[in-house]
């Protein structure tokens, strides 16, 4: 269990130029420049990782999530999400960026498999962009190129099978008011009139967009910021679900229990 106080922020820092927003590297590269202490940790960034690993398998935690990963798993890591490092037992080829370049949808799934037939193209795609990357850390000049090859990667990972429920623009705007809303209504009916849909046809978009309806997606949002506060802050139990708009207690952590399973203080334990 991840307990209360254990999650380190940390914000984009190349050693090499931190300017550029920007590094590929292998795995086992950023093991070696981290302390073991800080391997260990929980952490959050504001900038995006992607990782496709290349040997063994293993587990990532990603957002409280166990994913499981073996060579072929792409992992995309968006600012703001809570994240365990993988094991010992992984190699990964590994592209960090901030927000200024080209970005996946956050709101898109955070594990692909990449077929079979594809994985030599994946693979030879982070190859380039650490050669790149290298080169331009040589010659100091403008990132065009980087930011063609990152963004040629990011086009390869939205056409993988099921990397698109963002896609449906009206699911997309439902996202977007949830990101906006969710500590402060977990009314399927408000979503659905703030965007302009009725609640029938909202639960049919988010069915088609990924299998559950409207309301189970605002009860998971909420869910997931209720564990991040619950984790990352030292805020009690009332206090937190003040925060998410519950008007009592009782209802805050009678929610938190039928999702989870268990209480939020046992969670936090």
């Not at 590994?94 to 709101?107: N, Q």
């Not at 990972?157 to 449906?168: E, F, H």
């Not at 009690?236 to 679900?241: D, L, N, P, V």
């Amino acid at each position: 269990m991840v307990k209360s106080g254990q999650v380190a922020h940390f914000g984009f820092s190349n050693p090499d130029r931190g300017q550029l927003g920007l590094e590929a590297l292998d795995l086992g590269v950023l093991r070696r420049r981290l302390t073991e202490d800080t391997l260990a940790k929980v952490h959050r960034t504001d900038f995006h990782q992607l990782f496709l690993f290349t040997a063994g398998t293993g587990t990532t935690m990603v957002d409280f999530v166990d994913h499981p990963c073996a060579p072929g798993t792409l992992l995309h890591v968006s600012p703001g999400r809570v994240l365990r490092l993988p094991t010992a037992l992984l190699d990964a080829s590994m592209v960090l960026f901030t927000p200024a370049f080209p970005v996946l949808s956050p709101f898109g799934p955070v594990l692909h498999e990449v077929p079979q037939a594809e994985r030599p193209v994946f693979t030879r795609a982070m190859q380039d962009l650490r050669q790149e990357y290298r080169r331009n850390l040589l010659t100091g000049e403008p990132v065009n190129l980087l930011r063609t090859l990152l963004n040629a990667l990011l086009l390869r990972i939205a056409r993988l099978p099921g990397a698109t429920p963002g896609r449906d623009p009206r699911f997309e705007r439902f996202q977007q008011e949830l990101e906006r809303s969710f500590a402060t209504t977990r009314s399927a009916a408000d979503y659905a009139a703030r965007i302009g849909y009725s609640t029938r046809s909202l639960n049919r978009i988010c069915l088609a967009a990924t299998g559950q309806s409207a309301k189970a997606l605002i009860d998971a949002r909420v869910t997931l910021e209720a564990k991040r506060l619950l984790v990352h802050t030292d805020l009690s139990s009332a206090a937190i679900g003040h925060r998410l708009g519950f008007s009592e207690p009782t209802n805050f952590t009678k929610f938190f229990a039928r999702e989870t399973g268990m209480s939020p203080g046992a969670f936090r334990e």
